[in-house]
């Protein structure tokens, strides 16, 4: 009798649980599917379409990717434009990130403040803090009001110079997204184990070369995953160029986000600006595939 | 690798000749506090407060700006202060078009947004972490493959969904389209995973239904992933500025703080002096929010680090 009830009633209780389950998690699935599964589904459906914004919708095939790559005037610069934002964001975001948790360390009074002053631009609306920068920049502006008064050199005007202006984007970049990285490192500088560190000392190590050979090796993971991140976040700027430059001068600083915001919002092209969203996605999956494989070479878990 | 990364036993060999030349010298300074550590640490001190100070030029300037008469701000020479310091500009900007509508709607859309992101993933990380059902990992997987399409992927198609809904120029359409990120549900799914399982045990013998038990035991135990969680969300409300330039068409019932900040600069030129006072202003809530949290900073970072901006 016990024997055939036990596995019955272990039964409705799994599926009692399984409906409880399902309650719990209806709202999450009931959202992921009209707000993520449902706008993916025609973002699809939009890039294989001349779809305007008001209007006729006609089916193109792949026509609105043929004309990114071969009509559109914009398009490659835009990709251009996002590939030398990229690199030149990432790799200064996390020198300056890692110099500055490393510098940060225990021994230095009031790090906690220090901290939240690099922690704070990140926080604080982007709109804003690009507002400041546009300030700053402008001719009459806090750089070259000093130095035309003080030192007699007349700058640049920086947002309205080509290669000045992409420059100055990413250096208010920089500033803006690095204490979100420093903070990153922090947190990992503060987990490392304190034995391999003495066992380092005592064998010689100190200054650059305890950083080169221990401790940065010893970061890797954190390194990896900030460059990962930072990677992505990188392609997919805009708030920075779109305020300090709405792109300009031309076109020499919008890159592919603004693209896509310009194609479907201004020229109501919502087609093109679904295809070239797919391009981007395309492309942020292949670079963080490729920076996967390539972890094993530089990245060093401890097991 | 290793060979690589960490001093080989012949490297060990040579930084030890190296130490028992040196050892004596550093001994005797570490010991007595003075000499070269010392002034390295003065140095280390000096280095870091110029690279404060450069870094809080910016805002120091921002702020300078807002408290000057708006023909002042680009004086040349630059000066500190204008003819006249000018607290009013702060107020000023309040009376300026619809700034206090703007303000009350990032309020009104953040709270509401961490709260439905709130709900939405605590019960579902709970489902996921610690309820048992068939295809719970499966369907795991397919929530975090979500994470990996980017918000631009999205926003454009998101627009026509919200037409479709009637929803353009609503509070629904700030709140709803990105609250139920799969990020969330990953964060409380990890965290609840690693509470004791005896604890459900117990109550479900003490008559606990799974929502009691959710509610009273496990979710109290979660209020520190909760609130990282809810900061964040807050933030990433608080800021947020591709979405709302889309949905929201007309600035003057819907727009929030950022699209408002951009507003100061209109037909009759740029209100440099106002968009200066604006943007400080803007900036209030989040900086008081990392300064009260600034002891959990790194560790909300080291627990939520998957997430970013």
Redesign the interface.
Same mark, same amino acid.
């Given at each position: 009798m016990l024997k055939t009830r036990s596995p019955h009633r272990s039964g409705s209780l799994r599926r009692t649980e399984t409906r409880q389950a399902l309650g719990f998690i209806s709202p999450a699935l009931l959202g992921l599917a009209v707000f993520t599964v449902v706008p993916v589904v025609l973002s699809i459906v939009m890039s294989l379409h001349h779809w305007p914004a008001f209007g006729e919708r006609s089916f193109s095939g792949l026509g609105n990717y043929v004309d990114l790559f071969t009509k559109n005037p914009d398009f490659w610069p835009a990709l251009r434009n996002t590939a030398v934002f990229a690199l030149l964001y990432v790799p200064l975001n996390l020198v300056v990130a890692l110099s500055l948790a490393l510098a940060l360390s225990p021994r230095i009074r009031g790090r906690g403040a220090f901290r939240v002053l690099f922690f704070i631009p990140v926080v604080t609306p982007i709109v804003a803090n690009a507002l400041v920068w546009k300030m700053m920049l402008q001719p009459q502006g806090l750089f070259n009001g000093v130095s035309t008064s003080v030192f007699g050199i007349e700058l640049p005007n920086f947002l309205a110079d080509r290669n000045w202006a992409m420059i100055m984007v990413v250096m208010m970049s920089v500033w803006q997204g690095m204490g979100y990285n420093m903070l990153i490192f922090s947190a990992a500088l503060e987990q490392l184990p304190t034995s391999v560190i003495e066992a380092a000392r005592i064998d010689g190590a100190q200054g650059a070369r305890m950083i080169r050979s221990v401790v940065i090796p010893m970061l890797s993971p954190a390194i990896f995953f900030a460059t990962v991140m930072t990677i992505i976040t990188s392609l997919q700027v805009f708030a920075q160029p779109q305020l300090l430059t709405g792109g300009g001068p031309g076109n020499a600083t919008m890159p592919l986000v603004q693209f896509i915001y310009n194609q479907g919002f201004q020229f109501q092209n919502l087609g093109l600006a679904a295809a070239a969203a797919w391009v981007l996605f395309v492309l942020i999956i292949l670079i963080t595939a490729l920076q996967f494989k390539a972890q094993k070479r530089w990245v060093h878990y401890e097991h | 690798?290793?060979t690589e990364?960490?001093?080989t036993r012949g490297a060990?060999r040579r930084?030890?000749k190296?130490?028992s030349a040196?050892a004596p010298s550093n001994r005797v300074t570490s010991v007595a506090g003075d000499g070269p550590r010392r002034w390295r640490?003065v140095l280390?001190?000096l280095?870091?407060v110029a690279?404060?100070a450069m870094?809080? $030029?910016? $805002?120091v *300037?921002?702020f300078f700006?807002a408290l000057k008469p708006n023909t002042e701000?680009?004086?040349?020479?630059?000066r500190l202060f204008g003819s006249e310091i000018r607290w009013s500009n702060f107020a000023e900007v309040f009376q300026y078009g619809p700034f206090t509508t703007y303000i009350f709607n990032s309020f009104f859309v953040a709270t509401a947004g961490t709260l439905v992101v709130l !709900?939405?993933?605590t019960?579902?990380g *709970?489902?996921?972490g610690r309820?048992?059902?068939?295809g719970?990992d499966i @369907?795991f997987v397919l929530?975090l493959a979500?994470l990996? @399409?980017?918000?631009?992927?999205? !926003?454009?198609?998101?627009?026509?969904?919200m037409q479709w809904f009637g929803w353009v120029d609503t509070y629904q359409s700030l709140i709803?389209?990105?609250?139920?990120?799969?990020f969330g549900?990953f964060l409380m799914r990890q965290f609840f995973r690693g509470i004791p399982y005896e604890l459900d045990e117990a109550a479900r013998v003490d008559g606990a =239904?799974?929502?009691r038990t959710?509610w009273q035991i496990i979710l109290p135990l979660a209020k520190s992933a909760v609130a990282v969680l809810a900061v964040f969300t807050f933030?990433s409300f608080?800021?947020s *500025?591709?979405w709302p330039?889309?949905t929201v068409v007309d600035y003057q019932s819907h727009g929030t703080?950022?699209?408002g900040?951009?507003s100061f600069s209109g037909q009759h030129g740029t209100r440099?002096d106002l968009?200066?006072a604006?943007?400080?202003v803007?900036?209030i809530p %989040? %900086?008081i929010? @990392?300064?009260a949290l600034?002891?959990h900073? !790194?560790?909300g970072?080291?627990t939520a =680090?998957l997430g =970013?901006?």
């Open positions: - | 690798m290793s990364t960490l001093p060990r930084l030890r190296d130490r040196a640490t280390a001190h280095a870091v690279a404060a870094f809080a $030029l910016p $805002l *300037y921002a700006s701000v680009f004086s040349m020479p630059p !709900v939405v993933s019960t579902a *709970y489902a996921f309820l048992r059902w068939p719970r @369907v929530f979500t990996m @399409v980017p918000q631009e992927v999205v !926003v454009v198609p998101m627009f026509i969904v709803f389209p990105f609250a139920f990120t799969a549900t =239904g799974a929502f959710f933030l608080w800021n *500025y591709l330039l889309i703080l950022p699209i900040l951009a440099w968009q200066m604006a943007s400080i803007s900036m %989040t %900086t929010i @990392v300064i600034q002891k900073l !790194v560790k970072i080291a =680090g =970013g901006r």
